[in-house]
């Protein structure tokens, strides 16, 4: 079965910085995966996803994520942060086989960016 | 075009109490899902349906039912609330498998924020 594990439930930055949030996954076929943020008191809206076209893969507001299979990584960066970034991000992977219709979050983190 | 639209979003109940949450979609999905969310813990899903009339367990069904009596909604039921069933519940679907170009999106609802006392 697939997993995803997000290394850091909480991440600060400094506004401007560089933004990294970790994400790595466990699958034994190709897969697709798939960031989502989640801004205070709402749902989840999707970032970006990767659906093993290029291994770079840019989402809204300035986000972008990098697919490497030798590393089993989708990690999720943004050159310089913004206040308006500060939210959770979950990194998550879509099940294959008879759960295909399924995604697999990891358990989130928090990014806070102080100004 | 409303999209996943959930009600309530906000609950109050005692322990014992019962109650139901329901989620409703004008996308014309097939698959529609009960996530929960809890702090630390991400989103586990509680019960899914691949179609109208049908219903699957999740992660974490104990303590919830669901029915889809109808395609466009999907009902989470509490029959007898526990503390531990206080959460944020978040309602999901998607299109058909089949259609062409899909890569497995969800489309969330904004989330139903349940306390029980």
């Known amino acids: 079965a697939q997993s995803v594990t997000q290394l850091g439930s909480h991440v600060s930055v400094s506004e401007g910085a560089l933004v990294l949030l970790r994400c790595n996954y466990s699958s034994s076929v190709p897969p697709y995966l798939f960031w989502y943020v989640q801004y205070p008191n709402q749902g989840l809206q999707l970032l970006l996803k990767?659906?093993?076209?290029?291994?770079l893969v840019k989402g809204i507001n300035g986000f972008e994520a990098e697919f490497k299979k030798s590393e089993t990584s989708f990690h999720l960066t943004k050159p310089s942060a913004h206040m308006s970034d500060a939210a959770e991000y979950f990194c998550?992977?879509?099940?294959?086989?008879?759960?295909?219709?399924?995604?697999?979050f990891g358990k989130g983190t928090k990014l806070s960016v102080i100004p | 075009n409303a999209g996943v639209t959930q009600t309530p979003k906000f609950r109050v109940l005692k322990t014992g109490q019962s109650m139901t949450l329901l989620c409703a979609q004008d996308?014309?999905?097939?698959?529609m899902y009960w996530y929960r969310q809890d702090p630390g813990m991400g989103l586990r899903l509680i019960h899914y349906?691949?179609?109208?009339?049908?219903?699957a367990k999740g992660e974490v069904p104990d303590g919830y039912n669901v029915s889809r009596l109808k395609k466009q909604n999907f009902l989470l039921g509490l029959e007898s609330a526990a503390p531990s069933q206080t959460s944020v519940y978040f309602c999901?679907?998607?299109?058909?498998?089949?259609?062409?170009?899909?890569?497995?999106?969800?489309?969330f609802g904004e989330g139903s924020r349940l306390t029980v006392l």
């Open positions: 998550a992977v879509k099940n294959s086989g008879a759960g295909s219709y399924q995604l697999t």
């Open positions: 996308m014309n999905h097939e698959y």
């Open positions: 990767y659906t093993s076209a290029a291994t």
């Open positions: 999901a679907s998607i299109p058909t498998m089949a259609r062409a170009g899909y890569t497995g999106e969800l489309f």
């Open positions: 349906s691949v179609g109208e009339g049908t219903t």
